[in-house]
């Protein structure tokens, strides 16, 4: 959508031209360029109204009275000397107050308090006054209270006064708000709105780079018959810049030029959007034709310009602008020299860096250790990065000292320099007598140093190197605290080096570090993955007296292994004096020992183990009813397995599909195939879908039952019903198939899984092999 022309018919905006070539336009953008005489930004006020009169005696000295009885602590709102002014109070008095106060919560109670009063209603410049200090203080939920207050209270505003409080909410990004405010103090007749109101919403508008608002308020402004001006046009350039559409900022440019209001604040728009865009050496461009047409860069440009070249790593231009920065006046702190600092030691221009390190301490400007940190970690060697550690002492207190140690250290570990900051901590270890005789102060190691570069070894598998500077922290006497212990004790017990982590438990204990439940944890999980029985349940013991608790996946985890190396009893018994030290076991582990039970035949006792747990009130879930079926099953318990079914159902649960496959392998090797069938049936009155497992099972169970020809019907059910068989379904069907002396048809399944690309087993090809022999088939078979 093309913005109004700038006249009085409001045509288009711009004539109909061809896009600017930017080579051309650079040379163009200078070319009479009109100076306004003031380049600062319009003063904020909020009287836009002509008031050469200074406020009456009586508006002064209630104003005075009301500041002094607000301003007084602690404030009483049943101040006596309250109810004597609130008579009197106007709003040029409130205006006054507000105008008077510092505070933004003061200013809100006294707004608040003047609200109340009868008689008395706030007019657009009292609001302004109050809208002036939520903006101040980017007080962003009271000023949008205060915006819909406005509108609510239908008071009258001038279009300067409207102009203002859209500022206001602009200056906090309150945009959405300004509009609204705009739209409904036009639609309820209580301002009419000028260019100067319009501006100051395009200027908000500006903030969120909406290039559909701003064009659709440019248009209303044309239609209004309102005339553009310079700040009309700046807010369209910011917008189409922020939004990356340069050909149309060339546009509005070219139109502002037309009409000589070109000045240093919509220039710098372009150099920043060129900045930011990576177009440096064009930005530089422009800021060198500023300089010549004696048009300047304000601080905060040039502040953000070279943070923008420094960040597109042209350091080259970022210290060119700076040295311009300084020429011109402005005065330059240490983020500035952080940022250029930075950016040489990210190019290894270290003696640049240390150039401008020096030209700091010479301008009085103490370094912070945000610079110091990029400074030391850019010089070659340890002796170079002790040396400015001791030279940082002379400016900095102990506690940023021992922060800009902390923070070379960490910075090494994280790039993975971990063999830097090995070698920096022990140069920063050595003796005072080997330090250099010109140093005053020796830079000392904290425990903080340590824990930083022990973390730093151990992550990098240097586990000796570690253990080597925990004994050098002792030897210089700096005590290691209770993370560096639990860090070297957790690498210890990963490395089953049992026996070396107790010596450091019981070294912790001695040195007065109190052990974690962490510190425990660590180690009985070592003796879990170890299973070591007795050695777990004496440490369980002594964390009891801690008060600590054993991590239960490391109970589980030693159950489960004894249970897969048929210890089953020694798990059970394992978790029986868990119990009798008071703590008690997840499900998960009584499910492994019941499990590990059925495994060893251990049936009954699996029985009893299950009895006794769901008496102790625990509630054992469909998984672990799926355990005691599946092992009653392969014990050939089937009866007592269905009743677990029964029992499943009666407590809520809602058996699965593999519950159901359980049951039914259990009915064909019991060779009761009419009940898995039934079990079948179960499954699709549940509108459950069998799977293959549940088919397979049944296939292999009626071929064995000697009902081939039910086996194929339920071949073929599966198929309809989208079950797709795998290799094992095919190997059962053909094996039955020669089981019932049908060996042709089990030749066409084989050849059905060949082409479909599964493997047969040597099972069915020398089932298949025997079945035609057995039918004197002799040359299909060879």
Known sequence: MALPRISKTHQNLWKSINPINPTAFFSLIFTNIHTPSSNSPRPICTKTHSDPFLPNPDVGHVADGLISIFTKQPFSPDNPDLKHFASRITPKAVECVLNGLKSWKLAQLFFTWASNQCGYKHNCYTYNAMASHLSRA???????????????????????????????????????????????????????????????????????????????????????????????????????????????????????????????????????????????????????????????????????????????????????????????????????????????????????????????????????????????????????????????????????????????????????????????????????????????????????????????????????????????????????????????????????????????????????????????????????????????????????????????????LLVKQLCEHGKAAEACNFLDKMVEVSFVPRLVSYSAVISGLLKIQEVDRALQLFQDICADGYCPDVVFYNIMINGLCKAKRVSEAENFLKEMVRKGLVPSVVTYNLLINGYCKNDDVDKAMTCLSRIFDEAREPNVITYTTLIDGLCNAGRIDDALVLWNDMAKKGCAPNRIAFMALINGLCKCGKPAEALAYLREMEEKEMKPGIRVYSAITSALISNLNIPPAT
């Open 138 to 556: 980017r007080q962003n939920a009271p000023m949008r209270a205060l915006a819909m207050e406005v509108v609510d209270s239908n008071c009258y505003m001038t279009p300067g006064a409207l102009g203002f409080f859209l500022r206001c909410l602009g200056s906090v990004q309150l945009v959405e708000e300004a509009n609204i405010l705009f739209d409904q103090v036009c639609t309820k007749g209580l301002c009419v709105p000028n260019s100067y109101s319009y501006n100051c919403l395009l200027e908000a508008i500006s903030k969120s780079g909406s290039i559909e608002l701003l064009e659709k308020r440019m248009k209303e402004m044309g239609d209004s018959g309102l005339e553009f001006d310079r700040y009309t046009l700046t807010a369209g350039l910011k917008v189409y810049c922020n939004a990356g559409k340069f050909e149309k900022a060339l546009n509005v440019y070219n139109e502002m030029h037309e009409k000589r209001w070109v000045d240093a604040h919509a220039v710098s728009i372009l150099v920043l959007h060129l900045s930011k865009s990576g177009e440096v050496d064009k930005a530089f461009d422009l800021i060198e034709r500023m300089e010549r047409r004696n048009l300047g860069l304000n601080d905060k440009t040039f502040r953000v310009l070279i943070h923008g070249f420094v960040r597109e790593s042209r350091v080259d231009k970022a210290l060119q602008l700076f040295d311009k920065m300084r020429k011109s006046g402005f005065s330059v702190d240490v983020s500035i020299y952080d940022v250029l600092i930075g950016g040489l030691c990210k190019n290894r221009e270290i003696e640049k860096a240390l150039s401008m390190y020096s030209e700091m301490k010479d301008l009085g400007i103490h370094s912070d250790v945000r610079v110091l940190t990029k400074l030391i970690l850019a010089c070659s060697d340890e002796r170079e990065m002790i040396q400015m550690l001791e030279e940082s002492q002379e400016h900095l207190n102990e506690e940023d000292m021992l922060l800009l140690c902390s923070s070379v250290l960490n910075s090494l570990v994280t790039n993975d320099s971990i063999d830097r900051a090995y070698r920096l901590l022990q140069a920063m270890m050595k003796k005072e007598s080997d330090a250099d005789p010109v140093v005053k102060k020796k830079v000392r190691p904290t425990t903080r140093s340590f824990e930083i570069v022990i973390d730093g070894l151990l992550k990098f598998g240097k586990l000796a190197v570690a253990l080597s500077l925990l004994e050098d922290m002792n030897q210089i006497g700096c005590k290691p605290n209770v993370v560096i212990y639990n860090n070297v004790i957790d690498e210890l017990c990963k490395s089953n080096r049992l026996e070396e982590s107790y010596k450091l438990l019981r070294e912790m204990e001695q040195s007065g570090v109190e052990p974690t439940h962490f510190t425990h944890n660590l180690i009985y999980g070592c003796h879990c993955r170890r299973e070591d029985v007795q050695g777990a349940l004496n440490l369980v013991k002594e964390m009891r007296v801690c008060g600590h608790e054993p991590w239960k996946k490391h109970s589980t």
